[in-house]
């Protein structure tokens, strides 16, 4: 296989904002004819927020009817009256105040007690669980990116999937698409074009004959070059169009989800969209570091979702967030809660369901002092695969996992 040598020396040394993993690029090398594609595509699209660090549900989702919670949380407890209610069991965090609108007019589902069997506490191995859907095995594609496999998307389309980060997610790394990682519109781009110094430094090196290079790997490295290239130079004219009156919190997250929805909404294919926010690792002075996240992810989501809907986009973007883990009943010592199990996930859109699924966290039926966990975690992807995307879920999961009720 002849080697693309000068696209190689390029992509290798100059530095992409566009990140591809060094075992996905080698994967793509070793793997066979892609899955066949099934009829359904529509024009949904999933955003996946990943609520890094291990969100608490118990002050998220807060049980404010059950008196336990605040025998064991006698200082981090959210006060019955400050707790936006649902019902006389459970309620929002009150920094939850752009969410709980949302609730109140049926566009927001909350799914209980998400987990899966004999759960890990380390962040690491936790976050590569739920962003592979692999508990017992350890596998090197995402449960997105095997979507992005097998559903058949165009293949000339550098934009089927997006990560809005630094860093490619594992939940979007795929055998046979290349997704791109796009912290910011303004910073996409090869780095070595924004210095002339290193533009010329990278000018002579992929000029240089005099350096022989073969590998059967280098021409998927070239070609994954070459995309981040040109998607580099094509996302900022395909989203240009777009206009917004939304008025999103000057956060990471806020920038995040208008990029978000820029790119939702400007119709070019995009299929699966990341974003992330965090950490809400929370050992220590839990509550005034929870409350701002929250808070913070409450307004993003509220302005994301008036900025879809001006649009008429909200019911075609469904988000689904998710956390490693939950934190441990019992506050600790330090004012802050240790790493637990299962907590809850938001499911949010106009094409939703609103309303509490799963079961409510028994505080006195624990593990070891932590939420027991009652709707396996593949069962909300099975879900959104199935009923949102249209896809087939067993070979994705590999498995069969019920599904829920949630979407319309």
């Known amino acids: 296989m002849t080697m693309k040598r000068g696209r190689f020396l390029l992509g290798a040394l100059s530095g992409l904002t566009v990140v591809a993993n060094m075992d996905h690029v080698l994967a793509r090398a070793l793997a066979g004819t892609p899955l066949p ?44 009256s400050d707790v936006l209610a649902i019902d006389a069991n459970v309620g929002f965090n009150p920094q939850m105040r752009a969410l709980k609108v949302m609730y109140d007019k049926g566009e927001v589902a909350v799914v209980q007690g998400v987990g899966y069997p004999n759960p890990d506490h380390s962040h690491f191995r936790s ?17 997105l990116g095997r979507y992005l496999d097998e559903a058949g998307l165009p293949k000339n389309n550098l934009f089927n999937g997006v990560a809005v980060a630094q860093v490619l997610p594992e939940v979007l790394v795929s055998n046979q ?51 981040a290239q040109r998607g580099s130079e094509e996302l900022p004219k395909l989203v240009a169009g777009y206009k917004t009156d939304a008025t999103y919190p ?73 956390s ?30 609103g309303g509490l699924y799963g079961q409510m966290p028994d505080l006195s039926d624990t593990n070891m002092g932590n939420v027991r966990y009652s709707t396996d975690f593949r069962s909300v992807y099975a879900t959104v695969l199935e009923r949102w995307l249209g896809r087939p879920s067993q070979t994705i999961l590999a498995g069969n996992f019920s599904q829920l009720p949630v979407l319309a």
Not at 191 to 198: I, Y
């Open 177 to 227: 698409v290349d997704v791109p990682s796009i912290a910011s519109l303004n910073g996409y781009g090869l780095l070595s074009d924004r210095n002339a110094t290193a533009k010329r430094t990278y000018t002579e090196l992929v000029t240089d004959h005099g350096f022989p290079f073969q590998s059967p790997y280098l021409a998927h490295v070239a070609e994954i070059e070459d995309h």
């Open 324 to 353: 490693e883990f939950g934190r441990r009943i019992a506050e600790n010592g330090s004012r802050g809660t240790d790493h637990g199990e299962a907590s809850p996930l938001f499911m949010i859109g106009g094409g939703v369901k």
């Open 37 to 80: 594609g099934l009829p359904g595509a529509s024009d949904r699209v999933v955003l996946l927020i990943n609520l890094q660090g291990g969100n608490d549900g118990l002050n998220c989702v807060v049980p404010h009817g059950n008196p336990q919670y605040y025998q064991l949380r006698p200082t981090l407890a959210v006060p019955q």
């Open 127 to 143: 976050t590569e669980i739920w962003q592979t859907a692999a508990p017992e095995t350890y596998e090197h594609t995402g449960w």
């Open 250 to 322: 000057a956060t990471p997250l806020g920038r995040s989800l208008a990029l978000a929805a820029q790119i939702a909404g400007s119709n070019i294919g995009t299929k699966v969209l990341y974003v992330q926010h965090g950490s809400f690792d929370t050992h220590v002075s839990q509550k005034a570091t929870q409350d701002r996240l929250l808070g913070e992810f409450s307004d993003a989501i509220g302005a994301f979702y008036d900025d879809l809907a001006a649009h008429g986009n909200d019911t075609r973007v469904l988000t689904l967030t998710f």
